[in-house]
């Protein structure tokens, strides 16, 4: 998602109202700057990673999916190997214009089947693999009306399979962010998530431990970003136990979007996110993990 002015107005306003600060149960494991001389490298907006941490996927802005490994040093993120770029296929009769290509969120079924979300020609594309052809999921009737530029940013898949999705904006400030559920063949809309501040939703992910995470963005000035992830407990017909793990103060990270949540060999959640460069000079493309206080 690009970022826009008008965000900057609204951020400050809040800021200025003190709806910035949080509670803090995450510590920073470390963060990763990803520079590659591959065409087309960046705008990286969703994440997947593997159960042990090793292996990743992520999809951009322009149309790609990338998978590769870690290289870590005592558990810390420090470099990239084998990374593969291929061009996402589109579904039979379509094709995969600047229009239709922008990828936003993504998930990964315990079978391999993927997911992913676009935003301006807003749907869910599934791949058996990530060089099969698309194939659609039937499109929820709130979906054509959504903000361009703003709409399917996150999806997660559930252990059992169910897919859920919320748009980057709920239109209105005090208005919570509508969760849409896929299962079963069709969708609804059992529940919101309530909305803090002025942050805007731009990933998600189903953690080991059941919980639905959200990674939040906030604006605060032409190049101030803050972060923030919460979580909640969905196993009722309500979100209940919220949480917020972190919020980053401003620049402390890049455009942070995509997140992936897993439990690393100390048994403690792991939240991996990356950023969003925009295709910009200014920005980079950085990995950044966060571990729960157990």
Known sequence: MR??????????VFCCLGQCAGAQDARLIGQFTWKSEIEGHGGYSGIEVSADGQGFTVISDRGTIVQGTFKRVNGEVVGVSEPSWLRLSPAE???LRPFHQDAEGLAIRKDGRIFISFEQYHRVWTYSAPDSEAAWLPRHGDFADMQNNSSLEALAVASDGTLYTLPERSGRLRRPFPVYRY???????????????AFLAVGADIGPDGRFYLLERELRSPFGLASRVRSFDIAGAEPVDEREH?????????????????RDDTGAIRLTMISDN????????????????Q
Do not use: C, K, M
């Open 3 to 12: 970022n826009r002015p008008a965000e900057l107005i609204a951020a400050a």
């Open 246 to 262: 972190f919020t980053s103060r401003v620049r402390a990270h890049d455009n942070l979007e995509g997140l992936a949540v897993w």
């Open 278 to 293: 925009n295709f910009n000079w200014f920005q980079r493309t950085e990995f950044v993990e966060y571990a729960l206080d």
């Open 93 to 95: 009769g379509t094709e």
């Open 183 to 197: 299962r079963n063949g069709d969708w609804d809309q059992p529940f919101d998530l309530p909305r803090r501040g």
